[in-house]
């Protein structure tokens, strides 16, 4: 049994003559352990994918299925780090996290929870923020804080959609090495939505890119056969890597192509004569 599986999902907004099908036909099979990428274009419909497979949306038709279930609702066993912070305005760092890890672990001592929220807390380096309110906080430390909530809660599922965008290259690395430790170390299973080829490689095992929509669908999946840990620095001179790269980003070039002559129509505007005008 797959551990995620979308089957047939497609997704339309809208009713009547403003229905717009954003996902069509989506096939996807995640197992236990696995750490997936799924790259796509600003737009393509990533985040309603995301919504999807946390329970926020429900398919227009075809099937969501964790661990052989369907998905009817959020669960704290699939944690999303989203791409907008999400903090409450009115908590701080400390107590954003506080509680959600609350909520993850109800019968856990205030002493437990407090040791929690700090580790994580300080897994982000905001340490000396934790009683800042998300309104003194940077966009990247805001982020860092949404990151360290969503891991807090210990999910089995790690879902993350474009969790890094916003930071800054060294904070970017750091993070992603934090990500993938506790992947590892605690075997979860992660799918990341990203528009970043290099972080897709770096991390996953698999990529498949989110095709644009209208009727976005994925495409083929390409393998990441680089052994783990890996290295950023070596990666640059990876045989594999370079190979795996280039494929990639010729692929997604090619629908960039592909979109762009789609769209190359030429609209014929009414001719109007505002009245003031006529002579
Ligand atoms: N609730 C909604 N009602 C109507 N249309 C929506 C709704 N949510 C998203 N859309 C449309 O669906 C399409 C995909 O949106 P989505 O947010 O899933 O894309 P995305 O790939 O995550 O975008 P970005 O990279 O810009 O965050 C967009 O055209 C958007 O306008």
Redesign the pocket.
Known sequence: MAYLELKNVSMT??RGANA?E?LSNINLTIEEGEFVAIV?F???????LVNLINGLLKPTSGEVLFKGEPVVDTSHERGVIF?NYSLLPWLTVGQNVHMAVKEAFPKASKKEINARVEEYVAMVNLSPAINKRPKELSGGMRQRVSVARALAMNPEMIIMDEPLGALDALTRGNLQDEILKIWSKDKRTALLITNDVDEGIYMADRIIPLKP?PNATLGPEFNINIERPRDKTELNDNLEYKKTRNAIIEYLMGIGEERKSASKKIYELPELTPKSFVA
């Open positions: 907004y809208g717009t954003v796509g600003t737009g393509s419909g990533k985040t309603t791409q929509g």
